[in-house]
């Protein structure tokens, strides 16, 4: 990951995003190309941001209010937000500052009944294995999402097959930045119908203030 006030972006990138921006294509062709390019024709959603991916798997998953999610203790604020914002209860867990992985006792710890999600994020450009976490999860029946806004490695790694859902970010100050947007991998084909057909109905980003992000 590229540290604060280091773009990984060059002027020539910026001119041709400008260059494209007077182009007139639809989003839907833009989306198709994005998900063939990241082999997830079938299991991809591009949306606005992973915080309003997030907002729209959790929409759709049909969780009940006074759910619980599990959340590894460094995290991006408004993750948790959203979490309670749909009447569910974030519950941190402790990571190894060795592995940077929720340790195992404080996730058996932190498990009751109400339990249906694990939120895992990968940090500082760095990958966890999700091993360990993801056994925790099946053994229980939890869904696993993994947060790797952090972690993009490529449009040929698109999520750890143990995941249920894989978030990645295109923010300013990503890796591989596109200035914005995010791409999601959702193995529950029901769950992402429902997401698609929730994000229709959102208003679309204006072309001008893409172009002033540029």
Do not use: H, I, K, Y
């Given at each position: 990951m590229y540290a604060r006030h280091r773009l990984d972006i060059s002027v020539e990138d910026i001119a041709?995003?400008?260059l494209w921006h007077s182009r007139r294509l639809k989003r839907e062709k833009l989306e198709g190309e994005v998900l063939r390019l990241c082999?997830?024709?079938e299991e991809g959603l591009v949306c606005f941001s992973v915080r309003s991916g997030w907002d729209l798997w959790l929409g759709a998953?049909?969780?009940?209010a006074g759910d619980e999610v599990l959340v590894s203790a460094v995290t991006h604020p408004d993750m948790v937000r959203i979490i309670s914002e749909h009447g569910?209860?974030?519950v941190p867990v402790d990571i190894d500052p060795?592995?940077?992985t929720p340790r195992s006792c404080v996730l058996e710890a932190a498990f009751t009944p109400r339990t249906r999600v694990v939120l895992v994020a990968h940090l500082f450009?760095?990958?966890m294995d999700l091993g360990g976490v993801a056994k925790f999860a099946r053994e229980r029946g939890l869904l696993l999402v993994e947060d790797c806004a952090q972690a993009f490695k490529g449009p040929k790694r698109?999520?750890?097959p143990l995941a249920d859902v894989s978030m990645y970010s295109f923010g300013t100050l990503k890796t591989s930045t596109a200035l914005g947007g995010a791409i999601l991998r959702v193995r529950d084909r029901e769950v992402l119908d429902r997401m698609r057909w929730i994000q229709a109905s959102y208003p679309s980003q204006g072309r001008g203030g893409y172009l002033k992000k540029l």
């Open positions: 041709f995003g400008v082999s997830l024709e998953q049909g969780l009940w569910l209860r974030a060795g592995t940077l450009g760095g990958r698109m999520g750890d």
